[in-house]
């Protein structure tokens, strides 16, 4: 069993930055992949950032040089540092780990980008 924990959510201006962190209790090295979504209010979750075990990246095409995902392998924690940051990005934030073929979900963090 993997717990995924985010933070560091909250409210921001349009144009400002924030940057989320999500703490695995498992070796984040186990995982074939971690991952953010965001789920805004009427509308799907939808994937935001990727990262595999390599260290390869993958974004959504409405967060590329905007977003930037990382990892700290000591620290067992993947951040998700967001500039740029307009209304459109307000949504739940949700950190997901894909250990031994198995989707885990963090409880997730509000994102509200709001003047």
């Known amino acids: 069993q993997v717990q995924l924990v985010e933070s560091g959510g909250g409210l921001v201006q349009p144009g400002g930055s924030l940057r989320l962190s999500c703490a695995a209790s498992?070796?984040?090295?186990?995982?074939?992949?971690m991952a953010w979504h965001r789920q805004a209010p009427g509308k799907q979750r939808e994937l935001v950032a990727a990262m595999f075990t390599g260290g390869t990246t993958n974004y959504a095409d409405f967060v590329k040089g905007r977003f930037t995902i990382s990892r700290d392998i000591a620290k067992n924690t993947v951040y998700l540092q967001m500039n740029s940051l307009t209304p459109e990005d307000t949504a739940v934030y949700y950190c997901?780990?894909?250990?031994?073929?198995?989707?885990?979900w963090g409880q997730g963090t509000q994102v509200t980008v709001s003047s």
């Open positions: 498992g070796r984040i090295l186990s995982a074939d992949l």
């Open positions: 997901k780990g894909d250990f031994f073929g198995r989707a885990y």
